[in-house]
C-alpha cells in the first residue's frame, strides 16, 4: 500500500478483555515504532523494532504490553487483560532505514476500555 | 531524560499572519529533529527534518530552524492560511537512542 496502515480503526472493549491492534508498515521500511497518544497529548514512546528485531521497548507501560514483528513487516500490539487507563490512541510509525529518518504514521486505532 | 517543551500551547491569528512555534529539548545530543502536524482525528505527517549538523530546513512555506546547542527549535509559517489549521509537533531523535520524543503541541486555528 501507499502507506502505512492501522487496524481496526476503533475498538471498544470491555475491562478485563485482550485486544490485538495491527500495522501494516510501509513496504520495505525497516524501523516501526509504536506510540499511544492521549487526548491532548503528544505521543509517547512504546517500543521500537528494526526488522524483526524489538530493541527498545521501554515505554511499554506494564507487562501486560506486548509488541511483536515476527517477519519483519506487519506488527502487532497485543494488551491484555485491558484497563480504562489504557484507553487512549496507538499510533503506528515506520521509516526506511534504521537511524532517525522521516517518520511515516498511520491513522491510528482508538482504543475505549469501558 | 529527553524532554520537550513546545510554546504556545494554542495560537489563534487571522489569515495572512506569520507564526512562529517555539520548541525546546533538555538533551541536545540529538541525531536529528523533525517537525510534524496533525488533523484532528488522524495520525502525524512529517513536515520538515532537520539533521544536527543543519541550521535551517525550509519547505514552501515553511522553515524550520536549529539551536542544538541552546536547545531550541523554531518552525516559523508564512502567510498563514486556513488550511495550516492544526496542531504541531516536535520530535527530536536523541543520539543513542531509538525513539522520537514529543512535545505536546500547538494547536493552531488560522482564521478566515
Known amino acids: 500500500g501507499a502507506g502505512v496502515s492501522q487496524s481496526p480503526r476503533y475498538k471498544v472493549a470491555k475491562r478485563g478483555q485482550d485486544v490485538a491492534l495491527r500495522c501494516d508498515p510501509i513496504s520495505g521500511h525497516v524501523s516501526l515504532f509504536w506510540y499511544q497518544q492521549a487526548l491532548g497529548q503528544g505521543p509517547e514512546f512504546l517500543t521500537y523494532f528494526q526488522n524483526e528485531a524489538q530493541l527498545d521497548k521501554s515505554g511499554l507501560p506494564s507487562d501486560r504490553f506486548f509488541a511483536e514483528r515476527p517477519e519483519g513487516s506487519v506488527s502487532t500490539l497485543k494488551i491484555q487483560r485491558t484497563q480504562q487507563e489504557d484507553s487512549a490512541v496507538y499510533l503506528c510509525?515506520?521509516?526506511?532505514?534504521?537511524?532517525?529518518?522521516?517518520?511515516?504514521f498511520g491513522s491510528g486505532t482508538q482504543l475505549s476500555v469501558l | 531524560k529527553q524532554e520537550v517543551t513546545q510554546i504556545p500551547a494554542a495560537l489563534s491569528v487571522p489569515e495572512g499572519e506569520n507564526l512562529v512555534l517555539n520548541c525546546s529539548f533538555t538533551?541536545?545530543?540529538?541525531?536529528?529533529l523533525q517537525w510534524f502536524r496533525q488533523d484532528p482525528g488522524k495520525g502525524l505527517t512529517s513536515l520538515l527534518l532537520i539533521q544536527s549538523s543543519q541550521r535551517e530546513q525550509t519547505s514552501g512555506r515553511l522553515n524550520a530552524s536549529l539551536d542544538k546547542s541552546s536547545g531550541r527549535s523554531t518552525l516559523y509559517i508564512a502567510a498563514s492560511q486556513p488550511g495550516d489549521s492544526a496542531t504541531y509537533l516536535c520530535a527530536p531523535y536523541t543520539s543513542g537512542t531509538y525513539k522520537y520524543i514529543f512535545g505536546t503541541g500547538t494547536r493552531l486555528k488560522v482564521l478566515a
Open positions: 510509525a515506520s521509516s526506511l532505514g534504521q537511524r532517525g529518518e522521516k517518520l511515516f
Open positions: 538533551d541536545s545530543a540529538i541525531y536529528n
